[in-house]
């Protein structure tokens, strides 16, 4: 089945450093993909997506490309800060209606 | 944009009893709703969908018993954990599928706690 395999964690950075999370799918299909953002004790909101391949998504400074060549689905931004500590989820979605697919999630910790 | 309102934040009950986690969409009509659970450190693990005018589906190892859902309109499901454990203790997160190409659209999640 589909599935979404994400970089391991914790990620810690110093502010103003460059962030990679990397995130790679196996779909069967032609799947849209997510970032979504959870802050402690929070839900979870959506970060970017990209619906087809070569899209890029962009949000608040963070972007990440649909390669379907390399399937994958990289997170980057190129200065962060303390208040982007948080877990990044990589997600895909095989269609309309159907349950998001989450990678485990990579946690974030960014310090000044 | 869609939201969906998830009630309570959190929780916290005595084992042996019952909770009911309301999720509701405020601004559309969703006629599916996703229930996810989260270990601490973990990622989201679709237990059940609950369908508006029939019967849920849970996912494989998931308790039916335990785990009850009821989809009682298109703008509300609930989610009831009966005869709560310890172990039952988690993060509950429901949401409502966008079209193809579109985000879901999360609920802000039920930290539950059972002593």
């Known amino acids: 089945g589909d599935s979404v395999t994400q970089m391991e964690g914790p990620v810690t950075l110093s502010e103003e450093a460059f962030l990679t999370i990397n995130c790679t799918y196996t779909a069967t299909g032609y799947p849209s993909l997510f970032w979504y953002v959870q802050y402690p004790g929070e839900g979870l909101q959506l970060l970017l997506k990209a619906t087809k391949a070569d899209d890029k998504g962009s949000n608040k400074g963070f972007e990440a490309t649909y390669r379907k060549e390399t399937t994958s689905f990289h997170l980057e931004k190129g200065s962060v800060q303390v208040s982007d500590s948080a877990v990044y989820f990589c997600a895909l979605s095989d269609g309309a209606g159907t349950a998001l697919i989450f990678g485990k999630g990579t946690t974030l910790s960014v310090s000044s | 944009g869609a939201v969906v309102s998830q009630h309570p934040s959190w929780v916290i009950c005595k084992s042996g009893t019952s909770v009911k986690i309301e999720c509701r969409s405020l601004?559309?009509?969703?006629?599916?709703m996703f229930w996810y659970r989260q270990f601490p450190k973990q990622s989201l693990m679709l237990m059940a969908t609950s369908n508006e005018g029939s019967k849920a589906t849970y996912e494989q190892g998931v308790e039916k018993d335990k785990f009850l859902i009821n989809h009682a309109s298109l703008t509300l499901s609930t989610l009831t954990v009966t005869s709560a454990h310890p172990e039952d203790s988690s993060f509950y997160i429901c949401s409502a599928p966008g079209g193809k190409g579109a985000e879901a659209f999360f609920g802000q999640g039920t930290r539950l706690t059972v002593v």
């Open positions: 601004d559309f009509q969703a006629t599916t």
